[in-house]
């Protein structure tokens, strides 16, 4: 019989080293994948916190512009109805009779149907 080659099987000590050597490497990527997910998520929480930011001081300048705005035109209405009292009389009379009109013909449409109030 011809010698054949033994093939050397490994000893369970040099597994268990393989084996832990393996496992200590994943935990270092592991602990870079950690450290690189904690830095990306302050870079996102430090830019979505700019992006609010803008969005209100934005919303804070358009806000007083508006405002601005409403009392200078409210202000325009107000020296109008006092230079012209007689036309603002009439104006709103007729507000007020516009609306009685739009009030009754609304009760005339909901008494058109049958049944009463209850």
């Known amino acids: 019989m011809a010698d054949t080659p033994k093939t050397e099987v490994p000893s369970v000590e040099s597994v268990q080293k393989s084996v832990e050597k393996q496992i200590s490497e994943l935990r270092k990527e592991i602990a870079k994948i950690n450290k690189s997910l904690a830095e ?3 870079e996102l929480v430090s830019e979505a916190r700019d992006t609010a930011s803008g969005a209100i001081e934005e919303a804070s300048t358009r ?12 202000q325009t209405v107000s020296e109008a109805a006092r230079e012209n009292p007689a036309t603002t009389g009439v104006v709103v009379g007729l507000a007020g009779l516009v609306g009685v009109m739009i009030g009754l ?4 449409g909901s008494s058109d149907r049958r049944g009463g109030w209850y």
């Open 105 to 108: 013909a609304i009760a005339k």
């Open 63 to 74: 806000a007083s512009r508006a405002a601005q705005q409403l009392r200078t035109q409210a």
């Open 40 to 42: 990306r998520s302050a």
